[in-house]
């Protein structure tokens, strides 16, 4: 309903370029006088809660829940009318309680005389507060004592914009109405188209570059066979060896900064491997990838020389091609926080990034200029943040883990926590969150704490509890064994059925969700496991040590090693 201006200006404008000034006129005097707020769920609240009631303006009240039912004639479900019957009822209810609290008994008297008839149409509940004017001490009779609460005052307030929120949501709207939002995301999609056309050219001129670099190192390579042919080579016969003039030849024709001499005519192969290394360093990482996949075409041998390593004992290592460089472009630059950041999330769109810091904050950005920035928001927690984890379905909710045994779920929308949970006492580390990707639940895994040089030698035993994120409650805890060592790190696959955890002993364990149990598990690292994911397709998964080490595990045949990396 936040249109509702937009679409009357329209109105309006249509009734003066046609000439319909009556039209008009009726128009402006029935928007002056507006009972039903535009929509607006606060106003209307305000309406009655804080003019009606406290001044009693019974007409009205008893006009504006008529006129709310003369709108939703079209209601077709019975719940819905019943719901409406009873907050109508218990409005006026809260209308006499006032009138007799205020002292003000010939109010409720003239109330029963104007309305008295059509309430006891509604039901035979009415006839008892006939007679509430002429009892003493209402507010402590036992049949309208609860109605003289606070509690029950708050309670009703709540459920009437809790009812108007849910009718107005929806409720079909014109096509007037959505003229705004249309209007909005045509413009959105202008934007990205604009961004997305510049860096087309950008990525155009960028190829158009990189070919031009391409075709000089193909011409180069050309040259440099042909000269090995005219000195009387067999490029067939072109291998590296121990031989030194197998060696400097090709070396100095193909790198072109190593400058033959007798010294190089008499190295052993470990100085040419060293030499091509700190010449490779020097040439541009793209030009020389390029060149190592195109070489093929050129001699099936030279691209085994240039594309390869060996270490000191002569083995062949991988090709470089196998481990291609990802080109990353600079874009936002965010300040804000004060300490050092442990931890940064993507949003489900990747439009929005959630970054906590060691002083306890939560910070949101948007990092990309078209979209607006309202949901920016520092979150204080009081407390080290140890996990974050964004709604898998939408960028609504995020959640946070800290280490005094804290999860919070922040509303982007609304800036603010809608709920705060708790762990228990006995794991008050909250190491990681996971949502599921199909189902409203999340997993959270908590630690006990323990003396330690370190952080990994700090954590205790492990917890795993799934909630549920409509009830916010604890649904269940999965099985871990007895002592089982802090799980570090979660996981689900695509449809949310497996849960992968990994532990600080080093082992991974796989959970079948509909279960609730534990289907296998094997030890991966011979350290702290600090990181998993599942691969592409799922497969596979992929593991980090804390240690560097990155393997890759095949799930259709438990513990064998699709392919494994040390970082340092």
Same mark, same amino acid.
């Given at each position: ?14 009734? *003066? ?33 804080? *003019? ?38 218990? *409005?006026?209810?809260?209308?006499? *309680? ?64 809790? =009812? =108007? ?180 999330? =993507? ?222």
């Amino acid at each position: 309903m936040e249109n509702m201006q937009y679409a009357e200006e329209l109105v309006r404008e249509f009734l *003066v370029f046609r000439g319909f000034t009556n039209t008009l006129q009726a128009f402006e005097t029935e928007r002056c006088t507006d009972i039903g707020k535009m929509f607006q769920v606060y106003k209307i609240v305000d309406l009655i809660f804080a *003019v009606y009631i406290p001044k009693f303006h019974a007409e009205k009240l008893v006009g504006l829940f008529s006129f709310f039912k003369q709108c939703f004639s079209s209601w077709s479900e019975t719940t819905m009318l019943d719901t409406f019957s009873k907050l109508e009822g218990s *409005v006026l209810r809260c209308y006499i *309680v006032h009138a007799l609290q205020s002292g003000r008994k010939d109010k409720v008297v003239e109330f029963f005389g104007m309305n008295g008839n059509d309430l006891l149409l509604k039901g035979s509940d009415w006839t008892a507060w006939f007679a509430i004017p002429y009892v003493k001490n209402p507010s402590i009779d036992p049949q309208f004592r609860v109605y003289f609460s606070k509690e029950w005052y708050e309670a009703l307030r709540l459920s009437v914009r809790n =009812f =108007f929120s849910e009718i107005f949501n929806g409720t079909r709207l014109p096509a007037l109405l959505k003229i705004s939002s249309e209007k909005n995301t045509i413009s959105c999609l202008k934007k990205d188209n604009k961004r997305l056309n510049q860096k087309l050219l950008q990525l155009q001129a960028l190829l158009e570059e990189k070919d031009a670099q391409l075709g000089l190192s193909k011409r180069s390579m050309g040259a440099a066979n042909s000269s090995f042919q005219s000195s009387g080579i067999d490029g067939e016969n072109l291998r590296p060896s121990s031989s030194s003039e197998d060696i400097c030849a090709p070396a100095t024709s193909y790198l072109g900064r190593i400058p033959q001499s007798e010294e190089c005519a008499a190295a052993e192969p470990t100085k040419f491997a060293s030499a091509r290394v700190e010449s490779s360093s020097r040439q541009d990482s793209y030009s020389a990838s390029s060149l190592h996949a195109s070489s093929g075409g050129v001699d099936d041998t030279a691209q085994k020389l240039y594309g390869s390593h060996f270490d000191e004992n002569g083995r062949d290592m991988l090709r470089e091609e196998e481990f291609p460089e990802v080109s990353v472009e600079f874009q936002e630059t965010f300040l804000g926080h004060t300490s050092p950041i442990t931890r940064c999330r =993507f949003s489900a769109s990747g439009n929005n990034i959630a970054s906590a810091s060691v002083d306890g904050t939560v910070r949101i950005w948007t990092y990309d200029s078209s979209i607006p920035a309202s949901r920016n928001a520092t979150i204080y927690c009081g407390a080290e943040i140890m996990s974050l984890d964004w709604e898998c379905k939408s960028d609504r909710l995020l959640l946070i883990g800290t280490a005094d045994g804290g999860i919070k779920a922040w509303n982007v929308d609304a800036k603010r926590v809608v709920c705060d949970l708790n762990t228990t006492d006995a794991f008050p580390s909250v190491l990681d969150l996971k949502c599921s990707p199909v189902e409203p639940i999340f997993v959270s895994a908590a630690s006990s704490r323990r003396l330690g040089s370190n952080s990994i030698d700090s954590l205790g035993y492990a917890s795993l509890t799934v909630w549920n994120m409509k009830t916010w409650k604890a649904m269940t805890v999965l099985p871990l064994g007895e002592d089982p060592p802090a799980i570090t790190s979660l996981c689900f696959n695509h449809n949310g059925k497996i849960l992968a955890a990994s532990a600080t002993d080093g082992m991974i364990h796989m959970f079948d969700m509909s279960a609730g149990l534990q289907i296998t598990g094997w030890p991966a690292h011979d350290s702290a496991i600090s990181s998993l994911l599942f691969g592409p397709d799922e497969t596979s998964i992929f593991s980090l040590g804390s240690d560097g080490k990155i393997f890759e595990w095949s799930l259709q045949n438990q513990g064998r090693v699709l392919w494994s990396k040390t970082s340092s």
